[in-house]
């Protein structure tokens, strides 16, 4: 039924009649006229050419329909109308990329579908999350994805800790022995989440009765060469801690300090492991010709060597005593999950805590370079008080570039951009290593930032004009993803009483009415 026939339509209270009703007024002429010139089609032809519309734009065609049931009878003209002006707005050109975001159902296509869930990208369509590190480099390659370092950036009580068991947990349950995780735990916060995943938990102490060995090797590591240099990056970051204003050693000190790790090399081909005791042995006493091969009088091998000999025994029976002076009190399965070595026991020690930091990555590492076939995540949690000491800053520039060598992944973990150069002046080298780690790690997680140091750090964390302010509004549990090129904004989602115990650091906080 047509809008007229509609209209005309006899009812009980609307008679068809063509006289106004008797207290009704007449229509006015303007109306009838207005009425009559909408349904012939001259408003659309007026439109055409008034402001606002093409005026090349062809007039709309009318046509009678005659067959329209009471159009004839009537002789009312029914007017079809087939086209119309066109607004004279600007185009707009843009790729099917951008284009495609017009499409209400849409998500971003994100990096694979291999991995764990961690939330919704809410610039994405709000669409799943998933990100494995390895798998991550491969799907992401296109994107700018070229290596597996993560760097998460967050001021305290906004998730970094949540994200990262969150990630560990998942992992654990999707890939089973399939990935072996070490944490170096400073806070004494992985203890359960060891329980839950089945990582081994080390527990380190001044005195106590459990003792690792940072220049032990577990199982097939490769030749000789790797081996050493993980053994000389170690004594040496444990050496120049201790140093004086942690100063270099001068090239006859690292030359000495070699000599004697070769020395102890050879116990390897016996099956034993060689000890930090036993490369004091070598430094105390050194071989026949050891000045004449390193150039140089007994009496300067012997000075030289002074101050490394007083470093490890101060190491061995000094205060941390215990910890680092024999051989593995630990003996791990091979085939397990993880490793956790808590440190926490020398956390609040300033002096401690680096050498004991050192001795213990060492020993983890050792571990990472197993070539088991298995890949591996590494996580240096509170690394921001690593990158404030020089030495310690070289250890971890060093575990950055042997990533690729062992087939793993590092996770740095640190409160604020500016903790790059913590305790570090300005254009010193710790300066400069620590900037250059972060321009080395292809995935950037940032939590909330004030927005002072999100601009001062704007270029090196790679972040436009657009998204700064986006960071600076993040809320607790949300954090913003540079993958290369690729930008993703997550909302973290945590599931179960499990992933709520493990990401709970507020425990020690709580009042007794809210436990």
Same mark, same amino acid.
């Given at each position: #039924?047509? *809008? #007229?026939?509609? *209209?005309?339509? /006899? %009812? /009980?209270?609307?008679?068809?009649?063509?006289? /106004?009703? /008797?207290?009704?007024?007449?229509?006015?002429?303007? *109306?009838?006229?207005?009425?009559?010139?909408?349904? %012939?089609?001259?408003?659309?032809?007026?439109?055409?050419? &008034?402001?606002?519309?093409?005026?090349?734009?062809?007039?709309?065609?009318?046509?009678?329909?005659?067959?329209?049931?009471?159009?004839?009878?009537? &002789?009312?003209?029914?007017?079809?109308?087939?086209?119309? &002006?066109?607004?004279?707005?600007?185009?707009?050109q843009a790729t099917t990329a951008h284009a495609c975001s017009l499409y209400p159902f849409g998500t971003h296509e994100g990096l694979g579908q291999r991995g764990v869930f961690l939330g919704t990208d809410t610039l994405g369509g709000g669409g799943a999350f998933i990100y494995d590190p390895f798998h991550a480099l491969e799907s992401g390659r296109r994107h700018g994805v070229t290596n597996t370092n993560m760097m998460v950036l967050g001021l305290p009580g906004y998730g970094k800790s949540a994200l990262i068991k969150t990630l560990l947990y998942r992992s654990a349950a999707v890939f089973g022995t399939e990935r072996f995780t070490t944490i170096c735990d400073v806070k004494g916060e992985y203890t359960e989440l060891a329980e839950v995943c089945g990582f081994e938990l080390i527990k380190l102490a001044p005195g106590g009765t459990v003792r690792v060995n940072p220049l032990e090797v577990i199982g097939e590591v490769g030749g000789q060469d790797a081996v050493f240099r993980s053994r000389f990056a170690a004594l040496k970051a444990l050496v120049e801690m201790s140093m004086q204003n942690q100063r270099s050693m001068t090239v006859l000190e690292s030359s000495i300090l070699a000599e004697a790790l070769k020395a102890v090399a050879v116990m390897d081909d016996d099956g034993d492991q060689p000890t930090l005791s036993d490369v004091l042995e070598r430094l105390t006493n050194p071989a026949s010709g050891t000045s004449e091969r390193l150039h140089c009088q007994d009496g300067e091998l012997r000075d030289a060597s002074r101050d490394i000999i007083l470093i490890l025994k101060s190491l061995i029976s000094g205060p941390l005593g215990g910890m680092f002076d024999g051989q593995s009190t630990v003996a791990l399965d091979p085939a397990g999950a993880g490793v956790v070595i808590d440190i926490s026991a020398v956390g609040a020690d300033p002096d401690a805590l680096p050498l004991v930091w050192v001795a213990a990555s060492t020993w983890l590492r050792m571990l990472m370079l197993r070539k088991d076939g298995r890949k591996k995540i590494q996580v240096f949690d509170e690394s921001w008080k690593m990158m404030s000491h020089g030495p310690l800053a070289v250890f971890l520039q060093d575990c950055w570039k042997l990533m690729r060598s062992y087939g793993g992944a590092n996770i740095a973990v640190i409160h604020k951009p500016g903790d790059l150069a913590a305790q570090a002046d300005d254009g010193t080298a710790a300066s400069k290593i620590s900037a250059g780690l972060l321009a080395d790690t292809a995935v950037r997680v940032t939590f909330k930032q004030t927005l002072e140091d999100l601009s001062a750090y704007a270029d090196l964390l790679g972040y436009g004009a657009a998204e700064i302010p986006r960071i600076g509004d993040l809320g607790v549990g949300e954090s913003f993803w540079k993958l290369g090129s690729t930008a993703v904004q997550l909302q973290h989602v945590m599931h179960g009483p499990v992933e709520d115990r493990l990401c709970d650091t507020n425990a020690a906080m709580a009042t007794q009415g809210t436990q």
């Open positions: #039924m047509t *809008l #007229m026939n509609a *209209l005309n339509k /006899p %009812t /009980p209270n609307n008679p068809p009649t063509d006289q /106004p009703a /008797p207290n009704e007024p007449a229509p006015s002429a303007s *109306l009838v006229a207005r009425l009559k010139s909408f349904f %012939t089609g001259d408003t659309v032809r007026r439109k055409s050419s &008034g402001p606002g519309w093409r005026q090349d734009q062809a007039p709309a065609e009318a046509a009678v329909d005659e067959d329209s049931e009471g159009g004839a009878d009537r &002789g009312i003209e029914k007017v079809r109308i087939r086209q119309r &002006g066109r607004l004279m707005a600007d185009r707009n």
